[in-house]
């Protein structure tokens, strides 16, 4: 069975930093991009940023381009968001997802956890 | 980036009812678009990708047309457990991109 599991979020004041993890398991972690979206309050869905299986490819929204960076390590079976210079609308639920399909680019996202909820406020 | 617009922002309708959303691409996406549906507070869950492919374990109610930049997803015969909001999605360029929701509550 496919779990997907976020932790991490808290409440940061802006400009700080925070590091969100991923831990996957059920299918063969290395072989599947893995993605992060967010919901901001009574917004909609965001597309953040993705990495492949290896690692050497990533891609990230403009949003957070220059502030997030998404990295994994596949004997931890995990992908991380490394979140620096924070701000208050970067507050929402953050998701982990795997790629559907095995390679690169990502393609459609088939599991996702239940969210971690960052807040950035003073 | 590819922007999709989706139709309506949101409905009302009664439970056995023929739903269709429509997203539109601000580009030519080929059949790279997906349907998530959203229930508030729970995981997201693909229903529809490449197009039309209906996901392992989606009820066949749910179907997915189009291509280029027009798309619809239907939905034939609404249950309770349709309520919620529906996404789609585009996975045809870096970075991918989010329609902005569709929101289907009870008439």
């Known amino acids: 069975e496919v779990q997907v599991l976020e932790s991490g979020g808290g409440l940061v004041r802006p400009g700080e930093s925070l590091r969100l993890s991923c831990a996957a398991s059920?299918?063969?972690?290395?072989?599947?991009?893995m993605n992060w979206v967010r919901q901001a309050p009574g917004k909609g869905l965001e597309w953040l940023s993705a990495i492949s299986g290896s690692g050497a490819s990533t891609s990230y929204a403009d949003s957070v381009k220059g502030r997030f960076t998404i990295s994994r390590d596949n004997s931890m079976n995990t992908v991380y968001l490394q979140m620096n210079s924070l701000r208050a609308d970067d507050t929402a639920v953050y998701y982990c997802?795997?790629?559907?399909?095995?390679?690169?680019?990502?393609?459609?996202?088939?599991?996702w956890g239940q969210g971690t909820p960052v807040t950035v406020s003073s | 980036d590819i922007r999709l617009t989706q139709s309506p922002s949101s409905l009302s309708a009664s439970v056995g009812d023929r739903v269709t959303i429509t997203c539109g691409a601000s580009?030519?996406?080929?059949?790279?678009l997906n349907w998530y549906q959203h229930h508030p507070g729970k995981t997201p869950k693909l229903l529809i990708y490449d197009a039309s492919r209906l996901q392992r374990g989606v009820p066949s109610a749910f179907s997915g047309s189009g291509s280029v930049t027009h798309f619809t997803l239907t939905i034939t015969s609404l249950q309770r457990e349709d309520f919620a909001v529906y996404y789609c999605q585009q996975h045809f360029s870096l970075p991918y991109t989010f329609g902005q929701g569709t929101k289907v509550d009870i008439k």
């Open positions: 997802a795997k790629s559907f399909r095995a390679g690169w680019p990502p393609g459609p996202l088939d599991y």
């Open positions: 059920g299918f063969t972690f290395s072989s599947h991009a």
């Open positions: 580009q030519n996406i080929s059949n790279s």
